[in-house]
């Protein structure tokens, strides 16, 4: 059955980066992109871009340029996200999540990863 | 941050009609199919409807949706204690090439 498994959670402090992971199974990983999206406390879904794995091609928001990078590992068939210079304010849930075509819908997600930014 | 807009909440007794509406432009919703997702705290997101109308495998058939020109809607018939959660909408974005969410409504079962 697909799965998507994500990385525990993380405490960070400002300035820093993370990088969650999202291990696929089930599937053959190039054929979905895989998109992320989080959740800060009290907030809505936000989405934050993707990934296709199979060419490594990515889009993200213009608010996330400069500072999101997203990258795969088809070998191992996951996908990363990493957020650099994290403020309080990318205290969140992330999740990833699958599409068989970049504009589809998100039918399968990971559990969801923590990360929390303070000082 | 969220290009598509829906009402922050939504409440009915049990066995009511609840109707969520989702407003987007003619590059998200007036061009591309529309999405929903059911959030209940401390779980991912779960998928109730996609294109426009169309529910899932395991989704109950009190849940409906619909599209017209550049807004959605997504419907609850026969309110249920576990239907309390909040709902998104979603569609993809032509112009910006990524999925875009709406604001979210609460749906709260009096």
């Known amino acids: 059955q697909v799965q998507l498994v994500q990385s525990g959670a993380e405490m960070k402090k400002p300035g820093a980066s993370v990088k969650v992971s999202c291990k696929a199974s089930g599937y053959t990983f190039s054929a979905f992109y895989i998109h992320w999206i989080r959740q800060a406390p009290g907030q809505g879904l936000e989405y934050m871009g993707w990934i296709n794995p199979n060419s490594g091609v990515t889009n993200f928001p213009q608010r996330f340029q400069g500072r999101v990078t997203m990258t795969r590992d088809t070998s191992i068939t996951t996908a990363f996200m990493e957020l650099r210079n994290l403020t309080s304010d990318d205290t969140a849930m992330y999740y990833c999540s699958r599409t068989r075509s970049r504009n589809g819908w998100f039918e399968y997600w990971g559990q969801g990863s923590l990360v929390a930014v303070s000082s | 941050q969220s290009v598509l807009t829906q009402p922050p909440s939504a409440s009915g007794t049990p066995g009511q009609r609840v109707t969520i509406s989702c407003s987007g432009s003619?590059?998200?919703?007036?061009?591309?199919?529309v999405h929903w997702y059911q959030h209940l705290p401390g779980a991912a997101p779960r998928l109730l409807m996609f294109?426009?109308?169309q529910r899932p495998s395991g989704v109950p058939g009190r849940f409906s949706g619909s599209k017209s020109g550049t807004s959605a809607s997504l419907a609850i018939s026969g309110l249920q204690s576990e239907d309390e959660a909040d709902y998104y909408c979603?569609?993809?974005?032509?112009?910006?090439?990524?999925?875009?969410f709406g604001t979210g409504t609460k749906v709260t079962v009096l």
């Open positions: 979603a569609a993809w974005d032509e112009s910006l090439d990524l999925s875009v």
């Open positions: 294109h426009n109308d």
């Open positions: 003619s590059t998200n919703i007036g061009s591309n199919n």
